[in-house]
């Protein structure tokens, strides 16, 4: 796993604490999002699609300082929008820095050399370099050429100068698996930390519609590309959480785990469905019905969400909600998943089938007493 064992030691201690303390919901990490502004017009993203007075605005550094502090997650994504394109982007990153808290400023790297010298390597930032894909792919995704050279180059240099970097991949359905597994070695031979995949969403306001991932395709197109993992890739994320997304492991979505503050405030439910905001966290987490969300709610904005920000967080909470779970996790971690792992056979509606494989399903991952499967 690609994450140092400071940061795994900060995040297990953080979870058991709310576990004692008998929290059953808790954010892991808050997604603080500074603007909407992009210097990108990404087919599969809808944030730039605000009007125009909209993406002028920028949440000041002291509304983000008020923000972690409220939260209290021991983890910050810094998406957008372009975090890079914020003007005191530097003094909040410096203020999240002093608060100690492990920080992930999303960019999609086009900026990012100009901009490493007003950064100091540090345990607690990480660039996450947004790459859907090798050259022609990416490029394809942020509908401009030659964006991929400008991130692989950027990522040499934040590399070459001590700074943490992870990449992150979104997927749609027009993957080629086999196309990917020789870009995870390209990344792994740049220096990365680790890298993180997940499926797209089908934000309401994309311009493309038509490349999402359905649950199904979702599971059998991680599959193909992760069956027989290579021992040299690193994934900045949980082992089952990977597995899920292969099928072989259910979970259901903590849309509590990933909150959201922008500039209209915290934004109801989750990072990915937007359906109003509130003026405090406390607000949030106790006017929002949790129930109405997630895939096993039968809410239709759900259904087909695998999406990391949904489902990390129940990773967590399920290798923590017990020996087993936590056993598990190690062995994952230590052997890596059971090498006659082969993708799922297609169901009769075209994707992938995870009938006979072992499912762990839990509405409240944080209060489980179910066993998790064992996948030997």
Not at 112 to 125: G, T, V
Not at 219 to 227: C, E, G, N, Q, V
Request: hydrophobic share 35%; aromatic share 10%; charged share 20%.
């Amino acid at each position: 796993m690609g994450v140092p064992v400071s940061q795994m030691w900060t995040v297990a201690s953080y979870v058991l604490r709310q576990r004692m303390r008998g929290v059953a919901r808790y954010p892991l990490v808050l997604m603080l999002e500074p603007l909407f502004r992009c210097n990108l017009a990404c087919a599969g993203c809808g944030k730039i699609q605000f009007p125009g007075e909209i993406l002028k605005q920028n949440l000041s550094p002291e509304q983000c300082f008020h923000a972690v502090d409220e939260c209290g997650a021991p983890m910050v994504s810094i998406p957008g929008g372009e975090p890079l394109l914020h003007p005191q982007i530097h003094e909040i990153v410096e203020g999240l820095i002093d608060r100690k808290k492990y920080i992930y400023l999303c960019t999609n790297a086009l900026l990012l050399e100009k901009h490493l010298d007003q950064f100091e390597p540090s345990k607690y930032l990480t660039f996450s370099v947004h790459l859907d894909g090798p050259k022609e792919e990416h490029d394809r995704a942020v509908c401009r050429d030659g964006v991929y050279e400008v991130a692989v180059s950027a990522i040499r240099e934040a590399v070459k100068r001590g700074f943490r970097v992870t990449t992150n991949s979104t997927l749609f359905n027009d993957a080629d698996p086999e196309r990917y597994r020789p870009f995870f070695d390209e990344l792994m031979k740049l220096g990365v930390e680790g890298m993180m995949i997940s499926p797209g969403y089908p934000y309401e306001k994309a311009p493309d519609q038509e490349h999402f991932l359905l649950r199904n395709q979702t599971k059998s197109l991680f599959a193909k590309i992760l069956s027989n993992p290579k021992k040299s890739w690193r994934f900045n994320q949980s082992p089952l959480f990977i597995e899920f997304l292969k099928g072989n492991v259910e979970l259901e979505c903590t849309p509590w785990g990933n909150p959201t503050y922008n500039i209209f405030g915290w934004q109801k439910p989750c990072y990915l469905v937007d359906e109003g905001h509130c003026a405090s966290f406390l607000e949030l987490m106790e006017t929002t019905d949790w129930a109405n969300y997630g895939h096993c709610s039968g809410n239709s904005k759900c259904t087909d969400c695998m999406v990391h920000s949904g489902y990390e967080p129940s990773a967590v909470a399920a290798t923590f909600g017990s020996l087993k779970g936590l056993l598990q996790t190690a062995k994952l971690t230590l052997l890596g998943p059971n090498k006659s792992d082969r993708p799922a056979p297609p169901d009769s509606k075209g994707g992938s089938s995870t009938e006979g494989t072992p499912q762990f399903v839990s509405a409240e991952l944080p209060e489980f007493e179910a066993e998790l499967p064992v996948l030997s």
